[in-house]
């Protein structure tokens, strides 16, 4: 998968170099591109922002320095990318939408700063390629690079090859073998800790046994923490 990253704190990246992103990058099967937005600028402050029509607070992202990067990385006969708009207006980022967009060839990512960029640029973006807005959570970032980290971390595990073991997808919380509720509470050695005790179950070495407790602890913590989740009739 090719991954291209536009931003003005492109240092905000540094982190995918390591661990399992960092590893899918140096072994080529994630092909990273981080690019500065300034670079698209013509003047000499290089300025990618500006006061905001109808007036109100704060300043917005210019659309001229966008659809130059936009036209210099995308060239208009081949193929394009999914563009990803991090916004807290956006859809609510999912686990589903990190396997959709694991699916794709190439992720272009808009990390915006300010308040915003000017929505011109998305509504351009669309006659060329495909764009999905997407927030974090429902709460505002200062920029959208953490948010492009959290989305491109997401992706990357999903894509075959990057994990040692590809059961674990399934298993963990948002997965498919929890019908996409929330993960049952997981223990390792010793068995007694500071005098708390590892449910006896799994240690009994009855399989089905540890499989039933473990839905019903899926079951339990997603009713409490996320109900929401609940897949009722199952
Ligand atoms: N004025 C915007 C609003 O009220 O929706 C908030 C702008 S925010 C200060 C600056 C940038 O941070 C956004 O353009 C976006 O790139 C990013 N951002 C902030 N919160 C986010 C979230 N919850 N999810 C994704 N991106 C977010």
Redesign the pocket.
């Known amino acids: 998968m090719r991954i291209d990253l536009v931003s003005i704190f492109c240092d905000y990246f540094a982190p995918l170099q390591l661990s399992l992103v960092g590893k899918a990058i140096s072994s080529g099967l994630v092909d990273l591109g981080v690019h500065d937005l300034r670079d698209w600028t013509h003047d000499r402050h290089r300025t990618v922002d500006d006061t905001p029509y109808g007036g109100g607070a704060g300043m917005v992202m210019k659309p001229e320095p966008w659809g130059e990067v936009f036209d210099a990385l995308v060239p208009a006969d081949g193929p394009t990318p999914v563009l990803v708009i991090?916004?807290?207006?956006?859809e609510p980022f999912r686990q589903s939408i990190a396997a959709e967009l694991a699916e794709a060839d190439w992720l272009l990512f808009a990390?915006?700063?300010?308040?915003?960029?000017d929505a011109r640029v998305s509504e351009h973006a669309r006659t060329k390629m495909q764009v999905r807005e997407?927030?974090?959570?429902d709460?505002?970032?200062?920029?959208?690079e953490v948010?492009a980290l959290a989305i491109v971390e997401a992706v990357v595990r999903l894509i075959p090859g990057v994990l040692g073991n590809p059961e674990s997808l399934a298993e963990e919380s948002h997965g498919s073998q929890l019908n996409g509720e929330l993960e049952y509470p997981v223990f390792t050695k010793p068995s007694t800790w500071r005098g708390l005790e590892v449910p006896p179950v799994l240690l009994s070495g009855n399989h089905g046994e540890v499989d039933r407790w473990r839905l019903e602890q899926a079951r339990r913590i997603t009713a409490e923490r996320r109900p929401d989740l609940l897949q009722f009739g199952e």
Do not use: F, K, M, Q
Not at 86 to 90: L, V, Y
């Open positions: 991090p916004t807290p207006a956006g990390c915006g700063r300010y308040e915003g960029i997407l927030s974090l959570g709460y505002v970032l200062n920029g959208g948010a």
